[in-house]
């Protein structure tokens, strides 16, 4: 019998990713807060769009709301959950999930932030997997049309990285990373907590400084202010994430110690660093943005707790600051609740 598939969150991520499954055929269901997109998606499916033809395409879906997931009683059980949700959102929703799985069905965490205790808090750790999705940069620009910004991954760069909490590949992560292969490159991974954190570097070095101040992934590539916030975001964050004992990956084609380096004042890493964030923006639309200011732009919650904030928060616990963490915290703040308005300043003296 087939597997069934249920995607919480149809937002950019879940759906773009949802919507290629759809059309191998899998039994995806989808199911999101935003009543015109699951009534765009039912009436006309996910329209999906990339940079090149083959990227862009339509196919049939389902979706249903947050209240009408009681009709799943009397239909066959969820085997794979994907939680795609906001980090905030990931609670309440995996409690909504739980009695819907099958007896051997899982969770997959498919999100920006480190969520994975959360989730298991609910439906236990032998139903809890993860999965990173980096540099994937999607953008859900309408009910039911999703627009991905950035080239594919393929041999260049491994977009989607699935684990077990402990480490060992399973036969049940060999089936994610066949089902997301049909999107982008994808690979079982012996590594979750360390991928996660280089993930969280990742984030915590883009994502807010573009909320902040309103620039483009490209703009803050080009702009020499946010290029070196970026570093000592990154540097810092590393330097916690190796304080809390994780195996951390390359990031951004870095290694992790070069990040610290580059933040200690590495004149010639920062150098390099540069440049490559510079070349970057080559072949990126220059309408791309990071999540977080995609949230700003709609007046919505970020995710800067979940992000820079849990950098700060980790750090505080082992007695190691995260200044920088901090003061991009308090930026992102101040545009979220209105206080200020996108600017460069905002992080000028950070």
Request: aromatic fraction near 6%; proline fraction near 3%.
């Amino acid at each position: 019998m087939a597997r069934r598939i249920l995607v919480m969150g149809a937002g950019a991520v879940g759906s773009y990713v949802g919507g290629y499954m759809a059309r191998l055929g899998e039994d995806v269901v989808f199911v999101d807060p935003w009543p015109e997109h699951v009534t765009a998606m039912n009436d006309a499916g996910l329209t999906l769009s990339g940079l090149t033809e083959a990227e862009c395409f339509n196919v049939s879906t389902r979706a249903i709301s947050l209240t009408e997931m009681q009709s799943l009683t009397r239909e066959k059980p969820i085997d794979i959950a994907f939680i795609c949700m906001k980090s905030y959102d990931t609670a309440w929703a995996t409690m909504l999930v739980k009695d819907y799985l099958a007896p051997t069905g899982f969770c997959v965490s498919l999100q920006n932030c480190i969520n994975e205790e959360t989730i298991a808090g609910i439906v236990g750790w032998g139903r809890t997997t993860g999965c990173i999705a980096a540099k994937i940069a999607v953008e859900l620009i309408g009910p039911g049309i999703v627009r991905r910004g950035v080239p594919l991954g393929g041999e260049k760069h491994t977009v989607f990285r699935a684990g077990e909490v402990h480490g060992r590949i399973t036969p049940r992560i060999e089936e994610i990373v066949k089902l997301l292969s049909s999107v982008d490159s994808a690979k079982a991974t012996t590594n979750l907590w360390g991928e996660r954190w280089s993930k969280l570097v990742a984030n915590a070095m883009r994502n807010g400084v573009c909320a902040a101040t309103g620039m483009s992934a490209n703009d803050c590539d080009k702009e020499e202010i946010t290029r070196r916030l970026s570093i000592r975001l990154a540097g810092e964050a590393v330097k916690i994430g190796q304080a809390l004992g994780y195996e951390l990956e390359t990031i951004n084609k870095f290694s992790p110690e070069a990040w610290i380096a580059a933040m200690d004042g590495n004149t010639e890493m920062v150098g390099k660093m540069e440049k490559t964030m510079e070349e970057s923006a080559i072949g990126r639309s220059d309408d791309s943005r990071p999540s977080m200011a995609q949230d700003i732009a709609k007046f919505r919650r970020t995710e800067i707790h979940a992000i820079n904030g849990f950098v700060v928060q980790k750090g505080k616990e082992i007695g190691v600051d995260a200044p920088v963490n901090g003061g991009l915290l308090e930026a992102v703040q101040k545009v979220e609740t209105g206080v200020e308005k996108q600017s460069l300043d905002l992080v000028r003296y950070i």
